[in-house]
């Protein structure tokens, strides 16, 4: 089997998100996703990687995403040539699931559970399109099928968090992730935040368990906006609501700034889905900065990357869990992941994404119910680009062909 065709496809709906497709003489077609600075992950795709793919065999998965390495700069923070290994990585373990009838858990060496609890990120469609108000003709989150205001989490947390936590409860989700504090770095730059803020930013996290008290579990994000000091005070007054984890607490290269926060509270400090490369994983895990580990498998070098950074952090006995507030095959990859490695303890999702957006552009979703999400049956990734999203005039695909 050989590589005769290398897709990237975009569309004006959602121009934060980028796929690929990668075609063999064999029919198989394996799909790839990535997100963020989509217009150079694209062109390093076309220019870079697709000539040296064409012609080469797509199960020799390892030889492949090193020579790939070879023709790209691999940055710190994830940059857009290690966004479109990532890509084109997660469409080549695709094709081999397909080709040998697998689900992408089974070809990395098989499963150690056949389902894991997810968490709900409280955002909502519109934070995945970022530079637009509409997608898919949508102009508000609450103008199609589904119940008025039920996944307008991102408003909802900000608002009125204890129906957002009840709401979730009531579909069996037991863990959220909000970020109050974010609306108050653009005053300083994220150099000072005030006793006034701190309070304000703490009135979701009491609503939370005064509503429903310790029923659900709370993830606090910091994004990594704000300088030491002000993540100090922060933290401190998130001690009072007790969050799972504190994540993002500063960026993610910032390693002596993550130990210092984790050094200074009783709290668990989660770092940092943007990073690419199992090493530039080893300084957080080896100094101790953190307590859970967060990659994201469209960022990290796709699943032939992502499967050694979660065994670096098994064996330096940290947990792990897949990022996703980004697009369908991310989540996808995410859960096989969660089942093949035993050091996943849960996954990542935004109902918001599942119910309103991921559909309109893949043929099928995760089977989750009552805060369960389980292995996927399909072989590959399980799921595909829908033939009405490919025929779309949003849609533009280009290709290298040998």
């Not at 009838?101 to 894991?116: E, F, K, M, T, W």
Request: net charge negative; charged share 20%.
């Amino acid at each position: 089997m050989r590589i005769t065709r290398v897709e990237t496809v975009r569309t004006g709906n959602i121009p934060r998100w980028v796929w690929v497709r990668v075609h063999t003489d064999s029919g198989i077609i394996g799909l790839g996703e990535s997100t963020g600075v989509t217009a150079p992950t694209e062109a390093h795709i076309r220019t870079e990687l697709a000539p040296y793919l064409i012609g080469k065999d797509p199960m020799q998965v390892a030889e492949l995403h090193e020579g790939m390495q070879s023709r790209s700069w691999i940055g710190p923070n994830g940059s857009a040539e290690w966004r479109a290994i990532s890509a084109v990585d997660i469409a080549l373990w695709d094709i081999v699931g397909q080709a040998t009838n697998a689900p992408i858990h089974q070809a990395l060496g098989g499963r150690v559970r056949d389902s894991i609890p997810v968490y709900n990120t409280c955002a909502d469609w519109r934070y995945a399109v970022r530079s637009g108000s509409t997608a898919f003709g949508l102009s508000s989150p609450t103008d199609h099928e589904t119940p008025p205001g039920k996944y307008d989490d991102l408003q909802g947390f900000l608002n009125d968090a204890g129906t957002v936590a009840e709401s979730l409860l009531n579909e069996g989700i037991k863990a959220m992730k909000i970020w109050p504090f974010d609306q108050f770095v653009s005053k300083t730059n994220g150099q000072h935040i005030s006793a006034e803020d701190v309070n304000k930013g703490m009135e979701p996290f009491r609503k939370i368990r005064e509503r429903v008290g310790n029923k659900i579990e709370i993830m606090a994000e910091l994004h990594g906006m704000w300088n030491i000091p002000s993540v100090v005070k922060i933290v401190t007054a998130l001690e009072e609501v007790n969050p799972y984890w504190v994540e993002d607490v500063t960026t993610a290269d910032n390693v002596e700034g993550l130990r210092q926060v984790q050094d200074r509270t009783h709290l668990t400090v989660l770092g940092n889905e943007t990073l690419a490369s199992a090493e530039a994983y080893l300084p957080m895990l080896s100094s101790g900065a953190i307590r859970i580990l967060m990659f994201d498998t469209t960022f990290v070098g796709g699943f032939t990357e992502a499967r050694k950074v979660m065994s670096l952090a098994e064996a330096h006995k940290v947990p792990a869990t897949p990022h996703d507030c980004n697009g369908p095959v991310n989540l996808f990859a995410g859960i096989h992941l969660c089942m093949h490695a035993p050091n996943a303890f849960i996954q990542e999702t935004t109902r918001a994404f599942i119910h309103e957006v991921y559909g309109r552009v893949v043929d099928r979703l995760p089977r989750i119910e009552n805060g369960i999400v389980y292995a996927p049956e399909d072989p590959g990734i399980g799921t595909a680009l829908r033939e009405d999203f490919l025929a779309d005039p949003a849609t533009a695909i280009t290709a290298v062909e040998g």
